[in-house]
């Protein structure tokens, strides 16, 4: 019995070399035939639905292959900076801007923008809903002790979720494992885990859009300038890791800042309603 258990064992740690070695190879531009990159993203961008819709444009106008990491932002810069994909497309813009300064990145562009949205049960214990201001609803969450569910990850929803608790003057940090519990999963994950439990979510707009175990829930607070969700795509530096594939990411960079790349993402709909807005500056 105990062998069988450590030979179970050992081939559980030998596939989890092999996936590791795996991940290690695409990050380093190994390909076994064809051209590629590999993008670290978020889990907003992939769980929305957006990439299925871009990717393959952007395949059939080049012939690069686009294998995408979707992650928190903070996890994919971390990656990034490893060396491990060769353009990073998130949405946290300090970390974007800290990323370059350090010269991790070439540049930084804007790409497109949507926002985030509060979403909570039809009981609303914090009477919240209907709220244009997001620091009062954060407050008022914060002063009935309503359940919250955080991303807790790192990823660009969770910063602006700490930055809005910070202008709430509520240390919700304090409170982890009561009323605000931290999930460590990526958006759609979240959402699933605090319609479960009845509490509330900060999500960005397009992964609730197209999220389909609502239940009883509603978006409760939209509207604030805040909640606005900025995205940015940035070449990883070859000076720093010469695997960049620069040629190839350079490539998308411009595609997704170009009037056909743009064009693309503003197509992009979840039941009749556009999901991003792009917004990079004019090129040429």
């Given at each position: 019995m105990q062998?069988?258990?450590?030979?179970?064992?050992?081939?559980?740690?030998?596939?989890?070399?092999f996936s590791a070695l795996a991940v290690m190879d695409a990050g380093s531009g190994q390909a076994q035939g064809g051209r590629y990159i590999v993008v670290q993203s978020t889990t907003s961008t992939e769980n929305s639905g957006l990439f299925n819709h871009l990717l393959p444009m952007?395949?059939?106008?080049?012939?690069?292959?686009?294998?995408?990491?979707?992650?928190?932002?903070?996890?994919?810069?971390?990656?990034?900076?490893?060396?491990d994909g060769d353009v990073l497309f998130v949405h946290?813009?300090?970390?974007?801007?800290?990323?370059?300064a350090e010269g991790w990145g070439v540049k930084r562009f804007d790409v497109m923008y949507n926002d985030f949205v509060v979403i909570g049960p039809a009981e609303d214990p914090a009477r919240i809903a209907?709220?244009?201001?997001?620091?009062?609803?954060f407050k008022k969450i914060g002063e009935a002790k309503a359940p919250f569910v955080s991303r807790g990850d790192d990823s660009g929803t969770h910063k602006a979720e700490l930055r809005l608790w910070k202008?709430?003057?509520?240390?919700?940090?304090?409170?982890?494992?009561?009323?605000?519990?931290?999930?460590?999963?990526?958006m759609g994950a979240t959402i699933n885990t605090g319609v479960g439990m009845g509490a509330y979510v900060l999500t960005d707009r397009a992964t609730w859009s197209s999220f389909k175990n609502r239940g009883d829930y509603r978006i409760v607070v939209e509207g604030d300038n805040k909640l606005f969700n900025q995205y940015g795509v940035i070449l990883v530096n070859p000076a720093k890791h010469p695997?960049?594939?620069q040629a190839e990411g350079q490539a998308f960079v411009d595609w997704v800042l170009s009037r056909e790349?743009?064009?693309?993402?503003?197509?992009?709909?979840?039941?009749?309603?556009?999901?991003?807005?792009?917004?990079?500056?004019p090129t040429g």
């Open positions: 062998r069988r258990i450590f030979i179970a064992l050992a081939g559980a740690a030998a596939l989890v070399l952007f395949t059939a106008k080049t012939g690069i292959e686009v294998r995408v990491v979707a992650v928190g932002t903070g996890q994919a810069v971390k990656n990034a900076q490893n060396g946290d813009k300090p970390s974007e801007e800290k990323f370059v209907g709220s244009k201001d997001v620091v009062a609803a202008d709430a003057g509520v240390d919700a940090k304090a409170a982890s494992g009561t009323w605000y519990r931290e999930a460590g999963s990526g695997n960049v594939k790349g743009q064009g693309a993402i503003g197509s992009f709909q979840i039941n009749g309603e556009q999901q991003f807005f792009p917004n990079a500056a």
